[in-house]
Each structure stands twice: as C-alpha cells, then as structure tokens.
C-alpha cells in the first residue's frame, strides 16, 4: 500500500526566500505525482502534475521534480510572497492509476 | 478551465436527517470522487465513480451512498446524517486513463448537530 509524507508539517519563511517542500513515497511505481494548494476552508487547487516519464515540470515561480528511484518529489518555490501562504499537498497515483493517495501535507507561512 | 462545483459551502442538518450533497463538473469528465477532510486524518476517499451508473467504494463508504445518473453530476448521500460526519466533504473530477489531472470543487462545509 502506497504510503505518502511530506515533512515538515509547518515551515514558516521571510519573505523573498527560496524554499523546498519535501514529498515521499513508499511505491516507486506511480503513474504520476501532483502538487495541490488548499487554502483554509477551501478546496485544493491543482498546481503541478509530473507524470512519471519526467524529472520535472515548471509553473511561474513553481518547479516541481520528481526522482521514481528514490521515492521522492520536490516542490521548489521560488521568492516566496506572503500570497504563498497554505498548505502543500501531494499525492500519487498508483495501481491501477485511478486513485490517488494524499500525504498530510505542509502548512507554509510567509511573513512579511 | 475546469470548473468542479458544489451545491453547498457550509450546511447544517440534524442528526437523523437525510442529507445530499451535490457535486457538478463541467468538462465532460468521466471519473468522480468524493473525499472528507478531517484535521490529523487528511483526505480519505468515500466513493468513486468511473462513468454513469458505475460506483466503487472508497476506503470510508459506510454511512454513505452515492449516485451518478448524469456524467456531469455525482452526488453524496448520508441516509442517517450523524454527528461523526461532521467535515469538509471535497469533490474531484478527472479525466479516465491513468494517472490524468485531478480537479476538485471548492468544498462543503457540513455540520451535524
């Protein structure tokens, strides 16, 4: 059964800063890998989608990179914004490729 | 843009009450899912449905239904609301075919009082 972390549970930042959410996996045989934004009391907001063919995939300030061998996705922000506050969560798709599993994500703070 | 909708942001019923939660996608998706969200449980899969008429359970189906008569519309039923189903219930959408984008809706609110 596919497992999914993502540490650190909360990560407070400057901002300006560069910084790097962690996401692991326990099945290297995914489909793919998806970053999702969910602000508090909302919905998750789909931001970056690596199928497993790719390293990685580039969205404005996002980049995300994926490494199947070592069971592990990196979600890349670059000069963060206090508009970058939320949580970050992954997820993978695995067996059939029909499902995904969600790690319990990372709760991002930026000051100003 | 992929447009996933639901019919509810906050929603408040009685214990006993039956309650059905609404979910619409525009983009001519075949595969629906519905998930609640609770804080330390993270998301958990209720139901999914690869087409019309077809359904599977999730890994929490019990105290819920679900229906999909439209390919547009997936809605979430609890037949006997009780007070541990009080949470974010979350509606997704996608593509059929492995590994395709998910989409989710902006999220219910229920309060089981």
């Known amino acids: 059964k596919q497992e999914v972390t993502q540490i650190p549970a909360a990560l407070s930042v400057p901002e300006g800063e560069n910084l790097v959410l962690n996401c692991s996996f326990t099945d290297s045989a995914i489909y793919n890998l998806q970053w999702f934004r969910q602000d508090p009391g909302k919905g998750l907001t789909s931001l970056l989608l690596?199928?497993?063919?790719?390293r990685e995939q580039t969205s404005g300030r996002l980049n995300a990179s994926l490494d199947k061998s070592s069971g592990r996705s990196t979600l890349y922000i670059a000069a963060s914004q206090p508009g970058d506050s939320a949580t970050y969560l992954c997820a993978s798709y695995t067996g059939g490729g029909n499902k995904l599993t969600f790690g319990t994500g990372t709760q991002l703070k930026v000051e100003l | 843009d992929v447009k996933v909708t639901q019919s509810s942001r906050y929603l408040v019923k009685r214990t006993g009450e039956k309650v059905f939660l609404e979910c619409v996608q525009d983009m001519d998706h075949e595969n629906m899912f519905w998930y609640r969200q609770d804080p330390g449980l993270g998301l958990r899969l209720i139901y999914f449905s690869y087409d019309v008429k077809m359904k599977e359970k999730g890994d929490i189906p019990e105290g819920y239904s679900v229906s999909r008569e439209k390919k547009e519309r997936f809605s979430l039923i609890l037949e006997s609301a009780s007070t541990n189903q009080t949470s974010m219930y979350l509606c997704a959408s996608r593509r059929q075919g492995p590994g395709n984008e998910q989409f989710f809706g902006p999220g219910t609110r229920l309060t089981v009082l």
């Open positions: 690596i199928q497993s063919s790719q």
